[in-house]
Nanobody, 120 residues
Framework: QVQLVESGGGLVQPGGSLTLSCAAS????????MGWYRQAPGKQRELVAT???????NYLDSVKGRFTVSRDNAKNMVFLQMISMKPEDTAVYYC??????????????WGQGTQVTVSS
């Protein structure tokens, strides 16, 4: 199986910065596209950013120019650098990965979630 472990969440003031990390471990053939999702209380989970193994990225419109997703393929890690943070960024952030279990099959995995709170 595959495990995704997140770190870096916490409390930050509006305009501040925070970086999230996610490390994948276990048995797998490859790690394909990875993504960060977030869910605020009473709201649906939304995709924040994705990055392919070749480092092509995609972002939620409201975070473009403020958030940067990156990955280290050698370490099986993905990161989300957040700057100019706003109260509306407050949510539980989840790491997601499409994992290749073999040449022919993939499976979707999720991290446990990490709380990010933007507040004065």
């Amino acid at each position: 199986q595959v495990q995704l472990v997140e770190s870096g969440g916490g409390l930050v003031q509006p305009g501040g910065s925070l970086t999230l990390s996610c490390a994948a471990s276990g048995s797998f053939f490859s790690i394909n596209t990875m993504g960060w999702y977030r869910q605020a209380p009473g709201k649906q989970r939304e995709l924040v950013a994705t990055i392919t193994r070749g480092s092509r990225t995609n972002y939620l419109d409201s975070v473009k120019g403020r958030f940067t997703v990156s990955r280290d393929n050698a370490k099986n890690m993905v990161f989300l650098q957040m700057i100019s943070m706003k109260p509306e960024d407050t949510a539980v952030y989840y790491c997601n990965a499409i994992v290749g279990l073999s040449e022919r099959s993939t499976r979707d995995y999720w991290g446990q979630g990490t709380q990010v709170t933007v507040s004065s």
